[in-house]
């Protein structure tokens, strides 16, 4: 009795040996992600840009830029989504701010908005073109998350890119969700609290509403609502988005979290708004369940919803 089962055992594991084989050699022959993480010394801040390249042997004429947020942290590099749009042919350029620690605080927060944000990304791709580490002529997209798409039609328009993505992203600033929230016009939900105790350790609207209120009358260095400046909080509120994106041309892609807390509907309307008055220009908006703080499913879930913008072809 015993032999017929491990015969039968034996048997089975014969028929599907070739599909495991098969299988085997097709993870095998994926190509590894070939990554270096490095810094770009910019002179005329005087500092270092860090930042993560994931590039070919030859390098491609496809790359995508990711600008990840400034409120979160993530990980974008250890996800399938990244291995799966380097595999599908892409290069990819993460580009992150040095932290502000020890002696290099303060001059580092004193070069903490938009602005030089900006200036830094594109100064640090041109850099990389020069030393043809990425290809001079590539077809760009950028995909910005939370903070980081408030930065992604300045730096799409100067890159000439061809798919612009928003995840987590609005047309109005977080410091105006943020006065919203305090106005009542956005109503206080336990997710929106926890959100404001979670950044900002304030347990109360009212505390909240004090600490929103003084930013815009605070000397621009202080740092009255959490532990960034007055300065990056309104570089980012009066950043004129909302004319840089009805002048970003190509393809744009909206992702929303349901349960993100700083989405609101009404954005999304007031969107396909804005969204009419761009010419040549396509938008694919995209829904997902989910609170948006990139854990485990939400990453799959993205994936499924932009491999698309990616072809391997």
């Known amino acids: 009795m015993r ?3 491990t015969l039968a055992k034996m048997q089975k594991l014969y028929k599907i040996g070739p599909f495991l084989g098969l299988l085997f050699l097709s993870v095998a022959c994926q190509p590894k992600v070939n990554i270096a993480f490095d810094g770009y010394l910019e002179p005329y801040i005087g500092d270092t840009i860090p ?6 042997e030859e390098p491609s004429n496809k790359v995508l830029i990711f600008l990840p947020p400034s409120l979160d942290t993530v990980s974008f590099e250890e996800t399938d989504l990244y ?3 380097y595999r599908n042919g892409y290069d990819i350029l993460c580009i992150y701010k040095a932290p502000a620690k020890g002696v290099l605080f303060y001059p580092r927060k004193n070069l903490d908005f938009k602005g030089q944000h900006v200036q830094n990304a594109n100064n640090l791709i041109q850099h990389l073109k020069n030393s043809k580490k990425i290809h001079p002529k590539a077809n760009f997209s950028v995909m910005g998350l939370g903070m980081g798409s408030y930065m992604v039609p300045l730096i799409s328009a100067t890159q000439n890119a061809d798919t612009s993505i928003f995840i987590n992203g609005s047309p109005f600033s977080t410091f105006l969700t943020y006065e919203r929230i305090c106005d009542g016009d956005i109503p206080l939900t336990e997710a929106r609290a926890d959100y404001i105790k979670q950044k900002f350790d304030i347990d109360s609207l009212s505390t909240f509403r004090v600490k929103v209120d003084a930013v815009k009358t ?3 260095e202080m740092f009255t609502l959490g532990k960034y400046t007055n300065m990056f909080w309104l570089s980012y509120h009066a950043n004129f988005f909302i004319e840089e994106y009805q ?3 190509g393809k744009a892609v ?5 349960d993100y807390p700083l989405n609101n509907v009404s954005d999304l309307s007031y969107l396909k708004v804005l969204e009419s008055t761009r010419r040549n220009a396509t938008v694919d ?3 997902l369940a989910g609170s948006g703080y990139f854990k485990g499913e939400e990453w799959e879930s993205l994936e499924e919803s932009l491999l698309k913008f990616f072809p391997s072809n």
Not at 254 to 258: K, L, M, N, Q, S
């Open 51 to 56: 930042y993560s390249l994931a590039s070919h």
């Open 285 to 287: 908006y995209i829904n």
């Open 254 to 258: 909206w992702v929303f979290y349901d």
């Open 218 to 220: 605070d000397h621009p």
């Open 83 to 85: 291995k799966k749009i």
């Open 3 to 5: 032999f017929g089962k």
């Open 247 to 249: 002048n970003l041309t």
